[in-house]
Nanobody, 129 residues
Framework: QVTLGESGGGLVQAGGSLRLSCAAS????????MGWFRQAPGKEREFVAA????????YYTDSVKGRFTVSRDNAKNTVYLQMNSLKPEDTAVYYC??????????????????????WGQGTQVTVSS
């Protein structure tokens, strides 16, 4: 069982930066693939970024490539989402998600919401123009 808790959201002007954190409980965090998703008002929740259990592989949706960076610190049981050059269209509730991984999975799986077993409660990010 894993419990996830996001933090770091807030209000920022366009062009600004925020770093989201997702702290996980449990002793086997290093065996979990982690994902970030977001849901804007009136829209479906969508994939943003993901990182493999080792941190060696990352995935991003096209709209955030070059602006967002996902990373993890397995010693701290924490995954991060550094968001730079924020745009008003990045406004959403951001969620982290986790799945224990045994074996190899292609990036297609990391982008699927129903592949993940555990979810955080979300943190609001608002980007003003």
């Amino acid at each position: 069982q894993v419990t996830l808790g996001e933090s770091g959201g807030g209000l920022v002007q366009a062009g600004g930066s925020l770093r989201l954190s997702c702290a996980a409980s449990g002793r086997t965090f290093s065996s979990y693939a982690m994902g970030w998703f977001r849901q804007a008002p009136g829209k479906e929740r969508e994939f943003v970024a993901a990182i493999s259990w080792s941190g060696g592989t990352t995935y991003y949706t096209d709209s955030v490539k070059g602006r967002f960076t996902v990373s993890r610190d397995n010693a701290k049981n924490t995954v991060y989402l550094q968001m730079n050059s924020l745009k008003p269209e990045d406004t959403a509730v951001y969620y982290c998600a986790a799945r224990e991984v045994k074996g190899y999975y292609s990036g297609v799986f990391y982008q699927r919401q129903n592949w993940y077993d555990y979810w955080g409660q979300g943190t609001q990010v608002t980007v003003s123009s």
